[in-house]
Each structure stands twice: as structure tokens, then as C-alpha cells.
């Protein structure tokens, strides 16, 4: 089975791929906002529609914080290089289109029990349900039982990678006792018991922190 850091690998390299396409960040467009200025802001999920999924939360922790930190500086570095060479007026569109993940949001995704119907194929979405309250307070009973006992993961980071979507992601492996991976398999058992059916998820096989995005380039004529 191929290791998360050829996952990695296969992320950067369809972004190299895709370059004269980059970023391919339609879907994510229709999600995120822009304030009256033009720069984009957090996406707004219609009420009702997910995702409800388990979250590791990661912005109240120096140790977290110190690590991530220093990625978000390496993508800061990555995009005024990018945009270094632009005209005033072209970098200023750049910059609107860029967003930046407030640290208060940053997280480890463990596992997506529902998804956002927007973003899942037809097939998947005959498996969506709506999660009313009475049944999310039964998945969190379920899997804060079943997930009470388990040791806390330590991540080890891997790699920054830039994705054809324009995700901006820290990539992370598990540690030797395969923790994280126990965690996620534990939490998705539940979450079968409790939904009755599939999961309509994406495929989270990935260990990552999403840091930012970046949602369009400049239109750039043949002089620029």
C-alpha cells in the first residue's frame, strides 16, 4: 500500500501537471464568499446540509501552533513570489482571491460521517441523510465513548504541498503506534452504528492541515 508521503508526492505532482490550469479551484468558487471589496472570506454552508464530521482541533496548543505557524510562513513566502512579478493592479486581484485559514480554525480532519451534498458525486449522494440535532447528539455520545480510552495521536509532519485545487495543505504521517489511523477506523465504526448506512465522505486517507487557498489567478494579457 502506498505510504502518505507518496500521497504527497502525487498531490504535487498533479499540480505540476495541471499548471497551466492551476488552481482548479471551480467547485471551492461556488463555496467561499467574497466581502464587498472582492477578497475572499470563509465559506457559508447552508444550514442543515453538513459536513458533520470529527474535527482535531488544533489552534489552542503552542506546540501545535508553533509547527503550523511556520508553514503558513513558507506558503506566505511561496505566494509573494508568485505574485512578485505582477502589476500593482494584478497583484492586488491575486491577493483577494487568496485565503488565508484564521488559526482558529485550523484542524486535523479525523473523518466526514456527512458531507455537504454539493461537493459528492450523484452516486454518493443516494446514501445522504440529513443529522437532525437528536441524531448528532447520538453520534457524539457514541463516539466520545468509544473513542474515551484511546491515546492521543502524535502526528509527525511530512511535507507542504500545493494542490491542483489551490488547497494550501501540511501534510502529516501517523505515529509508530499508528494512533491517528486507530482513532479514525474507531470513529467510523460508530459512526455506521449510529447512521445506519454508508458514510457519504470523501475519501479522508489523508493526514493534513489545510492552511489557506487559493481560488483564482489574474487574467494575464500576452504582455504580462
Request: charged share 25%; hydrophobic share 35%; glycine share 4%.
Amino acid at each position: 500500500m502506498a505510504s502518505l508521503s507518496d500521497a504527497y508526492q502525487t498531490l504535487r505532482q498533479q499540480c505540476v501537471d495541471d499548471a497551466t490550469l492551476w488552481p482548479r479551484a471551480e467547485q471551492m468558487q461556488g463555496i467561499f464568499v467574497r466581502d464587498e471589496d472582492g477578497q475572499v472570506e470563509s465559506p457559508i454552508w447552508e444550514h442543515g446540509k453538513g459536513p458533520v464530521g470529527l474535527y482535531a482541533k488544533l489552534g489552542v496548543s503552542i506546540e501545535h501552533l508553533t509547527v503550523l505557524r511556520k508553514c503558513r510562513s513558507a506558503f506566505h513566502d511561496f505566494l509573494s513570489e508568485l505574485s512578485h512579478n505582477m502589476p500593482p493592479e494584478l497583484r492586488d486581484e491575486f491577493k483577494r482571491s487568496c485565503y488565508v485559514c484564521p488559526e482558529s480554525t485550523w484542524h486535523v480532519c479525523v473523518l466526514i460521517y456527512h458531507e455537504n451534498p454539493d461537493l459528492i458525486s450523484e452516486s454518493e449522494r443516494r446514501h445522504w441523510q440529513h443529522i437532525d440535532p437528536e441524531m448528532a447528539d447520538a453520534l457524539a455520545s457514541a463516539v466520545r465513548k468509544c473513542t474515551e480510552s484511546l491515546q492521543a495521536p502524535t502526528l509527525l509532519l511530512d511535507s507542504l504541498s500545493i494542490c491542483s485545487d489551490g488547497a494550501l495543505i501540511a501534510g502529516f504521517t501517523d505515529d509508530t503506534h499508528f494512533r491517528f489511523s486507530t482513532l479514525r477506523s474507531v470513529a467510523r465504526d460508530a459512526g455506521r452504528e449510529i447512521l445506519k448506512g454508508e458514510l457519504t465522505s470523501r475519501p479522508k486517507l489523508l493526514m493534513h492541515v489545510t492552511l489557506g487557498r487559493v481560488l483564482a489567478l489574474p487574467s494575464l494579457t500576452s504582455d504580462e
